[in-house]
């Protein structure tokens, strides 16, 4: 059994203008120990599915459906007091910016110790001794006395640091984090990228890490989501992805990558923009950008299927097997030849 199970999930917002689909017939698994990357544009649905699952839309305005299983427990739909359970004991969270999740008016040492009394029947001292362990854990110099210094103390780098120490303290089964290193220098990210590596290792959790920055996925991850218009376009593991990516839009987040053997890389290079979750085009979102659309591309949507691999390897196109293998042949000899000319 997956620890975390979604399926068919679909959240809509309602709006003057008419119904926004955030997040469209979303599936996957989480296992445990596992690192799932989920890569798509701003707009792509990726943030809003984990907000939904973890309860976190205003349902007043949100109309949400379909499954979200948690170690074999319904949690959508589930109560307030049910999800705080859940969320900061077992789901651990961490954001881009840590000023929006820190309070800035309290101690770090407050704010930490707060989050282990709020789930586990202990004094103050033991959860200040837990927040004092945990800081150094996440490596941050001198503990005992930055214990007590406020989030406006600390470096954009040891603020997220200090963020990962919250999200960890309750020792999580899953982590997910959002966007955690764009806000960073590129040095800083790698730092915190191989802290989550180092930490992940020790603690055994499942890591959920929703990123644009394809090299973060390549680097980390074992599974890949690939987003786009609120719906999964593509689900591979991480090197069935980087190696036979199976559709238009994958091949253009590669495309948009110095070297096939990544390092980094923004998706905002890819042409056009993303579609609107108010007014969707027709048949595939992505048929607008596609350089491969024909008619069938604005009547119908494109299942989700299995490619050459089995159901490990799963995307949306109308393009035939044949197709795609070609086009995809002769964009890699053409990345090639353009890496070997820049050589
Ligand atoms: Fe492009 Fe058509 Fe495939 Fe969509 S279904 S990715 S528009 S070829």
Known sequence: MALLEVTDLNTR?????????????????????????????????KSVTFLTLMGLVDRRHAEVSGSVRFDGQEILGASGKQLQKIRGRRIGMIFQDPMTSLNPVKKIGWQLEEA???????????????AIEILKEVEIPKADTR????????????????MIAMALINNPEVLIADEPTTALDVTTQAQILRLMTKLQEEHGMAIVM??????????????????????????????????????????????SLPRLDITSARLEQIPGQPPSLLHPPSGCAF??????????????????????????????????DDERARIWEAKKASLGAAEGSAA
Not at 13 to 27: L, N
Not at 116 to 130: G, I, P
Not at 210 to 239: F, K, N, P
Request: proline share 3%.
């Open 210 to 255: 929703i990123t644009h920055d394809l090299g973060v996925v390549a680097e980390l991850s074992d599974d890949v989501l690939v987003m786009y218009g609120g719906r999964v376009v593509e689900q591979a593991e991480v090197d069935d992805l980087f190696t036979k990516p199976e559709m238009p839009y994958t091949w253009g987040l590669l495309g």
């Open 116 to 130: 282990v009394l709020l789930h586990n029947d202990v004094t103050h001292d033991e959860a200040r001794r837990r």
């Open 287 to 320: 048929n607008p950008r596609c350089a491969y659309a024909f008619d069938r591309c604005h009547e119908e949507l494109p299942e989700l299927r299995a490619g050459a691999v089995g159901e490990g390897h799963r995307f949306r196109c109308h393009l035939s």
């Open 13 to 45: 917002f309602r709006t003057d203008d008419g119904i926004v689909k955030a997040v469209s017939g979303v599936s996957f698994t989480v296992e445990s120990g596992e690192t799932l990357g989920v890569v798509g544009e701003s707009g792509s649905g």
């Open 147 to 162: 214990i007590d210094d406020y989030p406006h103390q600390f470096s954009g780098g040891m603020r997220q640091r200090v």
